[in-house]
């Protein structure tokens, strides 16, 4: 298995979330993941990473991620892709509901059952 298809479910993450800069480079099977994010993106980031490799032992990553100064955001903005729906993309993020989104966006999601591409949308963290 390709160490980017080990850990897709992570690099997706880093990429919807708010990670600048990020780089994926798989060299000498080890896969590096660089970049700068906020403390909770980086923590998540991490529990995933716990997720695949729970004992840490494979030895084929190596995640170094710079948290960017002040505090954390209260939210992420996440662009809704073809083929989501408020529970697709509750399950990228730990412990969140597709409940807690559509709560957050009431005042531009009228009906959770009714995202379209392109649309912008708060993830309360």
Request: hydrophobic share 35%; proline share 5%.
């Amino acid at each position: 298995m390709a160490l980017q298809d080990k850990y897709a479910r992570l690099i997706q993450y880093a990429k919807d979330s708010a990670v600048d800069d990020l780089r994926v480079v798989e060299q000498n099977n080890v896969l590096y993941v660089t970049g700068t994010t906020f403390a909770s993106v980086k923590n998540k980031i991490w529990d995933l990473y716990n997720e695949i490799d729970p004992e840490m032992r494979s030895g084929d990553m190596v995640l170094k991620l710079e948290v960017k100064p002040g505090g954390d955001p209260v939210e992420e903005v996440y662009e809704v892709k073809s083929g989501d729906s408020l529970s697709k993309i509750a399950g990228k993020y730990s412990g969140m509901t597709w409940q807690k989104i559509f709560e957050a966006n009431k005042d531009t999601i009228k009906d959770p059952n009714l995202i379209y591409p392109g649309q912008k949308i708060k993830i309360p963290v």
